[in-house]
């Protein structure tokens, strides 16, 4: 049996499950309660570590465990699926553990590789880039409905100060950006492919520090752009992407419509797939398909995009 641990993270605690043993235990979600947890897992290092996605709560067990653990991530659907086909219908935090420990027993799952240098800092910052964007759009479409001069000029001042707050946060993810020389490099890399600018490198470094070490399935899988065939018996519906990385996936979108028109390749696909009575809305899906892997298979292979000689 795989010596596997599962946690499943809540905001003020960590349940934890030991498979071999059988063995449960709660700790705080707190510095102290970290290092109790370190403690409890002992010197003998277990094969796995499973936790569920939960948004900011597990960053600390990130921050913690990164490259000290073997940490696996999951999906909290994956999870719920698997602890269902087990017949698991009570949902508890301490059941949770248990059915993580067991879903790493049972699949084959391998530990993620660990976060680069202000990974988590850059993550935070993006977070609070896009809550600045969804803020700016909100106001944008209020202020075309005021008519008090108090109203819009608030809106105004809060607009203005939006603005130099992105400006800060565009510089401050730039300069950690740099501060690690393979994401540098990597980012240099990005910025050379026609479409894609600064703001959105940083965005696919953020999403997908795992971009170039997949391959072209995997990368495609990862941002939820591969089509999935619905085929049973006679009957054959049609093909539509599902899941995977959405901030990833919206990242691609405008880059992939300058791409329809500014990058000489990418702009021959495009029109023809609208030439033989696509939709661009699909046209658009295979663009950003077509982007994701380029830089997933650039960054692979350390070189720049030249354009395509004659």
Not at 105 to 115: E, K, R, T
Not at 146 to 155: D, G, I
Not at 263 to 275: E, G, W
């Given at each position: 049996m795989k010596d596997t641990i599962g946690i499943d993270i809540s905001k003020a605690t960590l349940d934890a499950h030991r498979l071999i043993d059988d063995e449960a235990r709660q700790f705080a979600n707190?510095?102290?309660?970290?290092?109790?947890?370190?403690?409890?897992?002992?010197?003998?290092?277990?094969?796995?570590?499973?936790?569920?996605?939960?948004?900011?709560?597990?960053?600390?067990?990130?921050?913690?465990?990164?490259?000290?653990?073997?940490?696996v991530k999951v999906n909290p659907l994956q999870a719920r699926r698997f602890a269902q086909a087990r017949g698991t219908r009570a949902k508890t935090d301490a059941v949770d553990a248990r059915v993580l420990a067991a879903m790493g027993?049972?699949?084959?799952?391998?530990?993620?590789?660990?976060?680069g240098k202000n990974q988590h800092d850059l993550r935070e910052l993006q977070i609070a880039r896009m809550a600045l964007i969804k803020e700016r759009t909100r106001l944008l479409?209020?202020?075309?409905?005021?008519?008090?001069?108090?109203?819009?000029?608030?809106?105004?001042?809060?607009l203005a100060q939006i603005k130099r707050q992105l400006g800060e946060l565009e510089d401050a993810l730039l300069d950690l950006a740099r501060q690690c020389p393979k994401r540098a490099r990597a980012f240099d890399i990005l910025c050379?492919?026609?479409?894609?600018?600064?703001?959105?490198?940083?965005?696919?470094?953020?999403?997908?520090?795992?971009?170039?070490?997949?391959?072209?399935?995997?990368?495609?899988?990862?941002?939820?752009?591969?089509?999935?065939?619905?085929?049973?018996?006679?009957?054959?519906?049609k093909a539509f992407i599902q899941g995977g990385r959405k901030f990833l996936r919206d990242a691609l979108y405008m880059?992939?419509?300058?791409?329809?028109?500014?990058?000489?390749?990418?702009?021959?696909?495009?029109?023809?797939?609208?030439?033989?009575?696509k939709p661009a809305k699909v046209a658009l899906t295979a663009l950003m398909r077509k982007l994701i892997e380029l830089a997933n298979a650039l960054v692979r292979q350390d070189r720049e995009w030249t354009p395509k000689t004659a």
């Open positions: 707190s510095p102290a309660g970290l290092r109790a947890l370190r403690r409890w897992i002992g010197t003998k290092m277990p094969d796995l570590v499973i936790y569920e996605s939960t948004g900011a709560y597990h960053a600390a067990i990130e921050r913690s465990f990164g490259g000290v653990l073997p940490l027993a049972a699949l084959d799952l391998a530990p993620d590789v660990p976060a479409n209020r202020s075309k409905t005021q008519s008090l001069t108090v109203l819009k000029r608030q809106s105004k001042a809060r050379s492919i026609p479409g894609l600018g600064r703001i959105t490198a940083i965005a696919i470094l953020v999403e997908c520090p795992e971009i170039g070490t997949m391959t072209r399935k995997q990368i495609t899988s990862l941002a939820g752009l591969a089509p999935m065939t619905r085929q049973s018996g006679q009957w054959r519906g880059p992939a419509l300058v791409a329809a028109r500014y990058n000489p390749d990418l702009r021959q696909k495009y029109q023809a797939m609208i030439s033989d009575g």
